[in-house]
C-alpha cells in the first residue's frame, strides 16, 4: 500500500503564505511523492507553481519569491485516481468570470465520471482525468449563482466518495471535510494567522497549536488578514467513516488524528495484540518502521500478563523482549527494478539487513502493520531462518486486508490480496511462518474509542460506507443522482 495525499492551507496577517506551506509540505511529504505544488493569491492575481518530484525537488528558492500572498493551499500528491503525470497534479487551479479557485484533494470520489460527463455536456472543457477537476468546475459552476457558502453546499451535496479540501477563492482560504470524515483535516492557530492540514504533524512544525479537527461535513473559512475562523456544519450524518488505516499505517506517529495521538493508538493496538494473540518467545521486533509502535505496546502488554492472561509477578524478567532486530536501509527507493525472479526474491535484503545477535539461536515474533500480496512477509520469514531464528511467528497489528479500498489509499486488487482467498492457516503455511495472527476489528474500534459503524473498514471487511458499484455497503448509503439538471454553460 502506499500513502494518500496530503493538504494544507493558510491565513496570514501579511506574511506570504508561501514559505509557510512548503514547511508544511515538508510535513506532509510521507503522504505523497509523486508531485507538491503551492497556489497563493496576493488580494490581486493567483499565483501557482506545481511540479512533478519531492517537495525539495518541485521547489527552488526563486519559486518561493514568485509566489506572493498572505493566503494560499499547498498539495502533495500520490495518485490513486487519475494520471501520473503533471496534468493532475496539485493544486488544481481555474479562473472563471466570478474569480479564481484552486483546489487541494485528499480522497476519492466514486462519482466523478458521472459528473464530469454532466459538466462536459454542457460546455466544461477538462485538461485531466482526475476527479479533482470534477469538484473545481462544479464548485465554479455553482460560484457563478452563488455565495460561497451556499456554493460549496450545493457540491458537496453532488460529489460522492471521501475528501478533505484546502480551497482558494481569490484571496479567501477555506477546508471541507466530507460528511463522512472518512480523510482527516485539522485546524491550527498560528502566530500571525490560522491553517488547515490533513495531519497536526504539519502545525506543528510551523509552531502553531492545534485547535481541533474539521468536523464531518463541516466548512471552515479562514478570515482575512488570519484574524480566525468562521465555521458553517453544512451536512450531518449520524454516522461518521474514519479511516482505521491512517492510525494504523499513514499518519506520522506524532500526529493527532479525531483526537487520538497516532503513536499511543498504535501502542494500545500492540497491547491488544499481545491480549489477543500472545505467543511466549525470546524477542519481539518490529518490521521497520511502521511495526515498532506496535511491537513497543506488544513487549509491554507482555511484561505485565502472561501469554494466558496471568498476571506476571513484579520481580517476574519473562516477558518477552523488544529489540530492534531489522535495520533499514532508507535509501532504497521503492521503484528500483527487479528483472529477474531471483533479483525479486533478494529485494528486501537491500531494504532489510537482520542483526544476527538478536535472531540466532532465539524464537522470535515480528510484528508488522499488515500484509497485502504475502510477497514480502514470505521474505522476511525466510530472512530470519536464514539468520538462524528457532521459530518465527508473525503478528499483524491490523485486521487481514480481504478487499480493495476505492477511497484514497492506492491498493491491490482482490486478485493480488493474499486474505482475498485464503485463510489465516493458509496464509500462516504459504509464508512459512511457525504462527501468523491478525489484531480484529473489534479491537481496533476499541483502541480507537469507536463503534465499528464510525469507522471505515471496507478493506478488512468487504462492505464499504460508500455507495460504489458492485460493492456491498455497511449501512444505508446512495450516491446523488446528479443526472437531468440543468446546468449553466462554463465562462
Not at 243 to 250: A, D, W
Not at 420 to 436: C, H, M, P, Q, T
Not at 457 to 469: K, Q, R, S
Amino acid at each position: 500500500m502506499t500513502e494518500k495525499c496530503g493538504v494544507v492551507g493558510v491565513s496570514l496577517d501579511g506574511r506570504d503564505a508561501a514559505r509557510p506551506l512548503y514547511y508544511a509540505l515538508y510535513a506532509l511529504q510521507h503522504r505523497g511523492q509523486e508531485s507538491a505544488g503551492i497556489v497563493t493569491h496576493d488580494g490581486f492575481q493567483q499565483h501557482s507553481h506545481v511540479e512533478m518530484g519531492l517537495v525539495g525537488d518541485a521547489f527552488g528558492e526563486g519559486d518561493l519569491d514568485e509566489l506572493t500572498g498572505a493566503a494560499g493551499i499547498g498539495h502533495v500528491r500520490y495518485p490513486t485516481a487519475g494520471s501520473v503525470d503533471s496534468s493532475c497534479a496539485q493544486p488544481f487551479s481555474v479562473s472563471f468570470k466570478s474569480g479564481s479557485l484552486g483546489l487541494s484533494h485528499n480522497g476519492n470520489l466514486v462519482n466523478a465520471d458521472e459528473i464530469r460527463d454532466e459538466l462536459a455536456a454542457a460546455g466544461h472543457a477538462f485538461t485531466s482525468d482526475g476527479d479533482t477537476e470534477v469538484i473545481a468546475h462544479d464548485l465554479a459552476r455553482n460560484l457563478l449563482e452563488e455565495d460561497l457558502v451556499r456554493a460549496v453546499k450545493h457540491t458537496m451535496g453532488r460529489i460522492h466518495g471521501s475528501y478533505s479540501l484546502t480551497i482558494t477563492h481569490d484571496d479567501t482560504v477555506l477546508g471541507v471535510r466530507d460528511p463522512q470524515g472518512n480523510r482527516p483535516l485539522c485546524i491550527g492557530e498560528l502566530e500571525d494567522g490560522y491553517i488547515l492540514a490533513s495531519e497536526s504533524a504539519a502545525i506543528d512544525t510551523l509552531d502553531g497549536e492545534l485547535v481541533r479537527d474539521v468536523r464531518p461535513g463541516e466548512l471552515v473559512v479562514l478570515q482575512e488578514d488570519g484574524e480566525g475562523f468562521d465555521s458553517y456544519q453544512l451536512v450531518e450524518n449520524e454516522n461518521t467513516a474514519h479511516c482505521f488505516f491512517e492510525h494504523v499505517y499513514f499518519a506520522r506517529p506524532d500526529s493527532v488524528i479525531d483526537d487520538t495521538l497516532v503513536y499511543e493508538a498504535r501502542r494500545n493496538l500492540g497491547r491488544k495484540l499481545w491480549e489477543e494473540s500472545g505467543v511466549e518467545t525470546d524477542v519481539v521486533m518490529p518490521v521497520p518502521d511502521s511495526g515498532r509502535a506496535f511491537a513497543s505496546g506488544y513487549a509491554d502488554a507482555a511484561g505485565e500478563t502472561t501469554a494466558d492472561g496471568e498476571a506476571r509477578d513484579a520481580d517476574d524478567d519473562d516477558g518477552v523482549e523488544f529489540a530492534e532486530g531489522l535495520m533499514k536501509n532508507r535509501y532504497v527507493g521503492r521503484t528500483f527494478i527487479m528483472p529477474t525472479q531471483d533479483e525479486r526474491e533478494r529485494a528486501v535484503r537491500l531494504k532489510l539487513n537482520p542483526i544476527k545477535s538478536t535472531i540466532e539461536g532465539k524464537t522470535v515474533t515480528v510484528i508488522d502493520d499488515s500484509i497485502v500480496r504475502g510477497t514480502t512477509s514470505t521474505q522476511l520469514v525466510q530472512l530470519l531462518k536464514d539468520c538462524g531464528a528457532e521459530a518465527v511467528h508473525v503478528r499483524i497489528g491490523a485486521p487481514a486486508i480481504v478487499a480493495p479500498c476505492y477511497m484514497g489509499i492506492d491498493m491491490a486488487t482482490r486478485e493480488e490480496l493474499i486474505a482475498a482467498d485464503k485463510s489465516v492457516g493458509e496464509i500462516r503455511d504459504e509464508i512459512a511462518a511457525d504462527s501468523l495472527a491478525y489484531l480484529s476489528t473489534d479491537a481496533v474500534a476499541d483502541v480507537l474509542g469507536k463503534e465499528r459503524i464510525d469507522l471505515c473498514l471496507g478493506c478488512v471487511t468487504g462492505e464499504y460506507p460508500y455507495d460504489i458499484e458492485g460493492e456491498e455497503t455497511d449501512r444505508d448509503v446512495s450516491r446523488p443522482d446528479v443526472g437531468g439538471q440543468q446546468l449553466p454553460a462554463d465562462d
